[in-house]
């Protein structure tokens, strides 16, 4: 069993910066990779980075490729996004979600999540 929670979300302004963690409870974090996903108000929820369980092979989406940057720190069981340059198109909820599958642009393959953490990005 993991335990997510993320944390860091709140309003910016477009062009900005913030970033987000997410922290694990329980047994072998380290094995999983972890992802980022968002849902903005009427739609669906969407990938939005992944990082193996090493760190070195991560995944964006093109909307967010050059702009957001996911890394992990194994030994702190956590996960972060770094989000630069922000767009209000940005806003949403966003979710960390762990998984054992390689098909990460996936949400029914992640075996835990967390509750999410809302980002408003501001013009």
């Known amino acids: 069993q993991v335990r997510l929670v993320e944390s860091g979300g709140g309003l910016v302004q477009a062009g900005g910066s913030l970033r987000l963690s997410c922290a694990a409870s329980?047994?072998?974090?380290?094995?999983?990779?972890m992802s980022w996903f968002r849902q903005a108000p009427g739609k669906e929820r969407e990938f939005v980075a992944a990082?193996?369980?090493?760190?070195?092979?991560?995944s964006y989406a093109d909307s967010v490729k050059g702009r957001f940057t996911i890394s992990r720190d194994n030994a702190k069981n956590t996960v972060y996004l770094q989000m630069n340059s922000p767009k209000p198109e940005d806003t949403a909820v966003y979710y960390c979600?762990?998984?054992?599958?390689?098909?990460?642009?996936?949400?029914?393959?992640?075996?835990?999540w967390g509750q999410g953490t809302q980002v408003t990005v501001s013009s």
């Open positions: 990082i193996n369980w090493s760190g070195d092979s991560t």
């Open positions: 979600a762990a998984t054992n599958s390689m098909l990460w642009g996936y949400d029914s393959e992640y075996d835990y």
């Open positions: 329980g047994r072998a974090f380290s094995s999983y990779a």
